[in-house]
């Protein structure tokens, strides 16, 4: 049986918009399961856009929204949105950044906690290149009174220059500062798995609602203290206590090794052929207001020719 055909266009996007890319990014293969896919910019049947633009004006047809930042869909220019946020309803489907990255099955493997103590690793690690991230910034300096906290990103380097392979180099430490560029409920990006599967203890802060995607109880959650001296002083207690040390590896890494509906494969397959088998459009007056919006995007073209500048050709978002 055939494949029911859909016309496509991905615009926006943190990445070089070649067809190699788009095809390897997350909604395309997934959408590739059930659809025959044309990659075209005339009279698509609907558009998947990001943050990195203005392009998604011009178009007319179903929008959908795909958010790498933590950034709120807006739904008078989307009809559907794939983001952060809670809730789940018709129009918006949370879909957290860390279920795009390719460590994302090792959060269900088996852990040996004894192995991993016998490793002696290194006390901690931090990898970052926000000079503006100061909550992470703060908590380096702090910590690093205590022993020294290797860095290996741009920020406060001093492992002799930035590492290569960031998931390598936080694998050889007891903990990882895992903290977001910023808070809010829901955001929640690659920097919090990538600690836990290297087994090393994360210390978190960012997404205040974290246990509804990982379980707390197998790394240090910054939201559960009341200051940073109290989560300096948890650190060197888990530091200097094997026991303690060994509660938290004994830990799953999702609660009770589950995976959560927004990030099972079939539930988000299920939304995205809801999307292409209703097609709404729930500004039901955009193509009234078309010739507005077009005059808009003409006025922006100034800021657009200043963002396109060369991008990764990566098709996960640039993180800091």
């Excluded at 996007?13 to 059930?34: M, P, S």
């Excluded at 430490?173 to 895992?178: E, L, P, Q």
């Excluded at 995976?259 to 999307?275: G, H, P, S, V, Y």
């Excluded at 209703?278 to 507005?292: A, N």
Aim: glycine content about 4%; aromatic content about 14%; overall charge positive.
């Amino acid at each position: 049986m055939s494949k029911p055909q859909i016309k496509l266009m991905f615009t926006d996007f943190w990445f070089q918009l070649t067809l190699e890319n788009i095809q390897g990014f997350f909604l395309y293969r997934l959408l590739d399961k059930t659809f025959e896919i044309e990659i075209t910019d005339i009279d698509p049947d609907a558009i998947i856009y990001s943050c990195f633009g203005f392009e998604h004006l011009k178009y007319s047809c179903p929008r959908i929204y795909y958010a790498g930042e933590n950034k709120r869909p807006n739904f008078n220019r989307c009809d559907y949105a794939f983001s952060f946020d809670y809730p789940v309803n018709e129009r918006n489907f949370r879909l957290p950044l860390y279920r795009l990255y390719p460590q994302y099955p090792k959060l269900f493997e088996p852990r040996n906690p004894a192995k991993i103590i016998a490793e002696k690793r290194k006390f901690c690690s931090f990898v970052n290149s926000n000079a503006k991230a100061k909550e992470r910034i703060n908590l380096f300096d702090q910590l690093s009174k205590y022993k020294q906290v290797d860095s290996g990103g741009k920020v406060r380097n001093n492992v002799g220059g930035r590492v290569p392979d960031k998931v390598k180099f936080i694998s050889d430490y007891k903990f990882n500062i895992a903290f977001e560029n910023n808070s809010h409920p829901g955001y929640a990006t690659e920097k919090l798995m990538e600690a836990l599967v290297t087994n090393t203890i994360p210390i978190y802060w960012g997404d205040p609602e974290i246990g509804n995607d990982f379980n707390t109880k197998a790394f240090i959650n910054y939201h559960d203290f009341k200051s940073m001296d109290a989560v300096i002083a948890h650190i060197k207690r888990v530091d200097q206590d094997d026991d303690l040390y060994c509660q938290y590896l004994s830990e799953p890494l999702v609660v009770d090794n589950k995976e959560t509906e927004f990030c099972q494969e079939e539930k988000i397959i299920r939304r995205l052929e809801d999307i292409f088998t209703s097609q709404k459009c729930y500004v039901s007056d955009r193509r009234k207001k078309l010739q507005k919006i077009l005059y808009y995007y003409k006025l922006m073209k100034h800021v657009i020719k200043k963002r396109n500048k060369p991008r990764t050709r990566s098709i996960l978002p640039p993180r800091e």
